[in-house]
């Protein structure tokens, strides 16, 4: 397996970061107080099994909170933005395809809404006030993104946003963008699921581990082990 982003430099910066663990730690996230969305999908409106797409930075992260949500039934890395020829990790990772690292979420709206899922995305999953990064992660694959699948799902994330920047909730403006979704392609096998198979990898010790425990205290009656 590559080592992530494929310089030793981030693998030995993981590894020795034990200060910036017990700061990670501590913080648990950004533990943003967030209103809750005034306006969402109604759920006559969405029946059965949804989807959405969103990146936030390494989708290792992003993958990981969505799947410890309550009424997600499936998450699957990927990415979104770009051509299908282009949609392989050593390319994404140039920055130079349009792809941003992506999650596409399974959801039953009648245990979760559409807006939920974006609170958390806000919240927990990522600062979406880091505009073409993500913590340690650099470039346009790394940007925060809303690929909305339909008018409602674009008229929802955009109310929430506009609402999040008028009640102040970030000290800096939201530089999410919305894109409608044109493609979403299915990581390399072993980027699938990567927490749970390399807890104590480096990277996701000190970037990954923090959202979580943030996700559970929280949102204790959304979290699902």
């Known amino acids: 397996m590559p080592i992530r982003r494929f310089t030793l430099f981030r ?4 590894s020795l970061s034990i200060i910036l663990l017990t700061a ?7 533990h943003i107080t967030a209103p809750a969305p005034a306006t969402d999908i109604s759920t006559s409106m969405a029946k059965g099994k949804q989807t959405a797409v969103l990146s936030g ?19 699957v890395s990927g990415f979104s933005g770009g051509s299908k020829a282009t949609a392989h990790y ?15 979420i399974t959801y039953d709206p009648s ?25 340690p992660d650099w470039g346009s694959q790394y940007r925060s993104v809303i690929f909305f699948t339909n008018d409602e799902q674009k008229r929802v994330a955009s109310a929430y946003i506009e609402q999040l920047n008028k009640a102040h909730t970030f000290d800096k403006p939201i530089v999410t963008e919305l894109v ?8 390399e096998e072993y980027h699938q699921h990567f927490i749970d198979r390399n807890p104590n990898y480096p990277y996701v010790v000190v970037n990954d581990l923090p959202k979580l425990k943030h996700l559970q205290e929280q949102f204790p009656d959304m979290y699902k082990n």
């Open 57 to 75: 930075g390494c989708f290792w992260g992003m993958e990981a909170v969505f799947e410890h949500l309550k009424g997600v039934s499936a998450v």
């Open 180 to 187: 409608p979704l044109k493609g979403f392609y299915a990581a």
């Open 11 to 14: 693998y030995l910066v993981g």
């Open 90 to 104: 050593e390319m994404v990772s140039s920055g130079n395809t349009g792809h941003a690292e992506s999650v596409l």
């Open 24 to 30: 990670a730690l501590a913080w648990g996230g950004s």
């Open 111 to 135: 245990q979760i809404s559409y807006a939920q899922l974006l609170k958390i995305y806000f919240v927990v999953a990522h600062d979406p006030t880091q505009l073409n990064r993500q913590g």
